[in-house]
């Protein structure tokens, strides 16, 4: 359209001009760049023709930026839905969240309720993730949850690979209980006494992981 209005010489009807105007201001005006000596036909070269418009179509830094982790833990709900669903992408991630907060913590901020889908959200990861070192923390963690409100409105509406996954981490519970007691602290008096307080722990522990299979319906 450019060429036949610089042939025509009359500019009246450029519907991009609302005044008359020269062709050569037209052609300036949309940042056209122009072919060089060394430019040659039928050569694919990656050269922008209107780097204005480039420019104008790159998405801001801002927009595109996610953050890897987070500046501090989540206090509120809120807070906690947020980083949830838009900070941390992987499972990795989001179960060393859970165990940076601990059972206590996540009972405060969950403790009006616990979000429709959170609680089965929260079994998938912990079930891919569980360590045998981390199974005190993570027990605290399923502890705490028992005890928010419509608790048992969430575990009816677990789905099926859900339900699964709650299965699988109570089953690796009680492996890890299995194995910490096949290896004896030592010999001698001190250790004698310790191996007793740590087989205390571990039937205290064995009770409420028995307790929370049945408030998690794990049969």
């Not at 070192?133 to 963690?141: P, S, Y």
């Not at 307080?197 to 039937?203: A, G, K, M, N, V």
């Given at each position: 359209m450019v060429a036949k209005l610089w042939n025509s010489g009359d500019m009246t009807h450029c519907p991009l001009c609302s005044v008359r105007s020269s062709?050569?201001?037209?052609?300036l005006a949309s940042h056209l760049k122009p072919l060089e000596k060394k430019d040659k036909m039928g050569e694919r070269r990656n050269v922008l023709w209107n780097p204005c418009a480039a420019r104008s179509k790159a998405p801001q830094a801002s927009d595109v930026e996610i953050p890897q982790e987070?500046?501090?833990?989540?206090?509120?709900?809120?807070?906690?839905?947020?980083?949830?669903?838009?900070?941390?992408?992987?499972g990795k991630d989001k179960y060393q969240l859970l165990l940076e907060l601990g059972g206590e913590a996540l009972g405060r901020i969950f403790q009006a309720d616990l979000g429709f889908?959170?609680?089965?959200e929260f079994l998938v990861v912990l079930a891919e993730n569980v360590r045998r070192?981390?199974?005190?923390?993570?027990?605290?963690?399923l502890r705490s949850l028992s005890g928010t409100k419509r608790f048992g409105l969430n575990v009816d509406l677990l789905s099926g690979p859900e339900q699964e996954s709650s299965r699988g981490l109570f089953g690796k519970l009680q492996c890890a209980s299995?194995?910490?007691?096949?290896?004896?602290?030592g010999c001698g008096t001190d250790s004698e006494t310790h191996l007793t307080?740590?087989?205390?722990?571990?039937?205290t522990e064995?009770?409420?992981l028995m307790e929370l299979m049945k408030s998690y319906r794990v049969n």
């Open positions: 062709p050569q201001n037209i052609v987070l500046d501090q833990l989540p206090r509120t709900s809120a807070e906690f839905y947020r980083d949830w669903r838009r900070c941390l992408k992987s889908g959170l609680l089965g070192e981390d199974r005190d923390a993570v027990l605290q963690i299995g194995d910490a007691r096949m290896f004896p602290v307080d740590t087989s205390l722990q571990r039937e064995e009770r409420m």
